[in-house]
């Protein structure tokens, strides 16, 4: 109930190329689901967050879709830069009240110059 | 400060050594949260605190496992007798109102490593 599963475990684009990350979960409570963005040797940081009572969220080259019905979600990166090469992660909390994240397992991404 | 300040970077124990883990939240902010983060990348939830107040322990190991967060003081995450399996890169975050939607910053971690 509290897992989120994230695929693929690595990926590898191009430059310019899109980069698509998937997330499903089964609890219906969560109700906020952000992404975070982990480089080497650092913390994770907030790339991008979305309720589900929108089904897109776009910020820059990043774009959150969200399929309430389905309980999925993913991040999609256009244009795709060597700079984006990172591990990306999906969660999900409850929004009222103090909660914790609940991760995925995270996605290596590379992008090839 | 402006950012999750964590100390140390790197620790090493001996299996069956005490390890202790700093945290120093953004100012301003009362909601503590601490992170296990394992070789395989899978983050698991440890405690949560508002203030000094323990708010959700359900991931603490409590046999081994405990955690304070003193006025004035920095968080601390101690590991009585570590095992090996504790070998992992502990995170702590910290937000400004605690709800689940307030955005949890990151501290840099710390890497325990458990020979």
């Known amino acids: 109930q509290q897992q989120v599963k994230q695929s693929p475990q690595s990926l590898i684009v191009q430059k310019g190329g899109i980069s698509i990350i998937n997330c499903a979960y089964e609890?219906?409570?969560?109700?906020?689901f952000p992404w975070y963005q982990q480089f080497p040797g650092k913390g994770p940081a907030l790339l991008i967050a979305?309720?589900?009572?929108?089904s897109e969220k776009k910020e820059g080259r990043f774009t959150i879709s969200f399929n309430k019905s389905a309980k999925q979600f993913s991040l999609h990166i256009m244009d795709s830069q060597p700079g984006d090469s990172a591990t990306y992660f999906c969660a999900a909390s409850i929004s009222t009240g103090f909660q914790k994240l609940v991760f995925g397992t995270g996605t290596r991404l590379l992008v090839s110059p | 400060g402006e950012e999750v300040a964590q100390t140390p970077k790197h620790l090493v124990r001996g299996e069956g050594q005490k390890a202790k883990l700093y945290c120093a939240p953004i100012?301003?902010?009362?909601?503590v949260f601490w992170y296990q983060q394992v070789l395989k990348n899978e983050f698991k939830f440890l405690i949560s605190f508002q203030n000094e107040n323990v708010f959700d322990e359900t991931g603490m190991p409590k046999e081994r496992f405990s955690a304070k967060c003193l006025p004035n003081s920095p968080c601390s995450l101690e590991i009585q007798a570590t095992k090996l399996e504790d070998s992992a890169v502990y995170f702590c975050?910290?937000?400004?109102?605690?709800?689940?939607?307030?955005?949890?910053?990151f501290g840099p971690g710390t890497r325990l490593t458990v020979l």
């Open positions: 979305i309720r589900p009572d929108v």
């Open positions: 609890n219906t409570a969560f109700d906020y």
């Open positions: 975050a910290s937000s400004q109102y605690g709800g689940g939607s307030d955005t949890q910053y």
């Open positions: 100012k301003g902010h009362s909601y």
